[in-house]
């Protein structure tokens, strides 16, 4: 994926920030859970009867929200310079790390961090880490 430097907005970029800021501080408030992706998605794949219907707002919502997007601008463009298996093999890779790390960059990253959890901060930094490691990797070390 490549970033059309040109034409990104800083502002845009800390708006995005703050309402996803605001929708996880929120559902804290509100239903006393924490927006993590991946908990989110786990719930919903063994069911509760008192927990599935905020679940599946949570989800649609994040489906829903690109659509709405599409009716009043512009999707900016996008190049993924990687095959379907490498999407695939990363994607397990990501689902796998976030069993191992106890949830995901959305859960530990935006609402961990901002309860000030050492573990959080930890599996953060590990996040962070293992990206830097991986794309220092694939662009200089191994030969394309």
Not at 53 to 69: D, E, K, N, T
């Given at each position: 994926?490549?970033?059309?430097?040109?034409?990104?907005?800083?502002?845009?970029?800390?708006?995005?920030?703050?309402?996803?800021?605001?929708?996880?501080?929120l559902l804290v408030l509100?239903?006393?859970?924490?927006?993590?992706?991946?908990?989110?998605?786990?719930?919903?794949?063994?069911?509760r009867a008192d927990d599935?219907?905020?679940?599946?707002?949570?989800?649609?919502?994040?489906?829903?929200?690109?659509?709405?997007?599409?009716?009043?601008?512009?999707?900016?463009?996008?190049?993924?310079?990687?095959?379907?298996?490498?999407?695939?093999?990363a994607g397990l890779l990501?689902?796998?790390?976030?069993?191992?790390?106890?949830?995901?960059?959305?859960?530990?990253?935006?609402?961990?961090?901002?309860?000030?959890?050492?573990?959080?901060?930890?599996?953060?930094?590990?996040?962070?880490?293992?990206?830097?490691?991986?794309?220092?990797?694939?662009?200089?070390?191994?030969?394309?």
């Amino acid at each position: 994926m490549s970033i059309d430097w040109i034409n990104f907005t800083p502002w845009s970029a800390a708006i995005g920030g703050a309402v996803i800021g605001l929708a996880a501080a929120l559902l804290v408030l509100v239903n006393g859970r924490v927006a993590g992706i991946s908990g989110i998605v786990g719930g919903m794949l063994r069911p509760r009867a008192d927990d599935f219907a905020w679940r599946l707002a949570f989800i649609a919502g994040l489906l829903l929200a690109p659509m709405v997007y599409a009716m009043v601008a512009a999707f900016p463009s996008a190049t993924i310079a990687a095959s379907y298996p490498v999407l695939i093999v990363a994607g397990l890779l990501v689902g796998i790390g976030t069993r191992f790390a106890g949830g995901c960059t959305s859960g530990h990253g935006v609402c961990g961090l901002s309860r000030l959890s050492p573990r959080s901060l930890a599996a953060t930094l590990a996040f962070m880490a293992a990206g830097f490691v991986t794309v220092c990797v694939v662009r200089h070390v191994i030969p394309a």
